[in-house]
């Protein structure tokens, strides 16, 4: 299983961290990626961290802004969202897999990573 939280209602500017916990397998054994669904769009790539390496990747829409990191021992990866915008509101999400085919994770297409995922989390950036 995976699970991402830590969302909530924040304000411009503001900064909130997401976690992506798995159960039952280890995630640093697959390419994680984080990608979100504003109302009314499709799904946008944010960051992807790839088992090799644990190379980061990100839109040039929060590039500058968001950082993915892990943590092996707590089996999470995380998000970290600095200077957020209204335009960031969405519902994240993480997904994982060993090996998303077409180079996925670098160019951050969710459709590609079905090994796992996980329920969102609500990020409202509002003033």
């Known amino acids: 299983q995976l699970q991402a939280f830590g969302g909530g209602l924040v304000q411009p500017g503001d900064s909130l961290r997401l976690s992506c916990s798995g159960s039952?397998?280890?995630?640093?054994?697959?390419?994680i990626i984080w990608f979100r669904q504003a109302q009314g769009k499709e799904r946008e790539g944010v960051s992807c961290i790839s088992r090799d390496y644990r190379t980061t990747y990100y839109a040039d829409s929060v590039k500058g802004r968001f950082t993915s990191s892990s943590d092996n021992a707590r089996n999470a990866v995380y998000l970290q969202m600095n200077d957020l915008k209204p335009k960031d509101t969405a519902v994240y999400y993480c997904?994982?897999?060993?090996?998303?085919?077409?180079?996925?994770?670098?160019?951050?297409?969710?459709?590609?990573?079905?090994?796992?995922r996980g329920q969102g989390t609500l990020v409202t950036v509002s003033s």
């Open positions: 039952g397998f280890s995630l640093d054994e697959y390419d």
């Open positions: 997904a994982a897999d060993r090996l998303p085919s077409f180079g996925g994770c670098r160019r951050l297409k969710p459709g590609l990573f079905n090994d796992y």
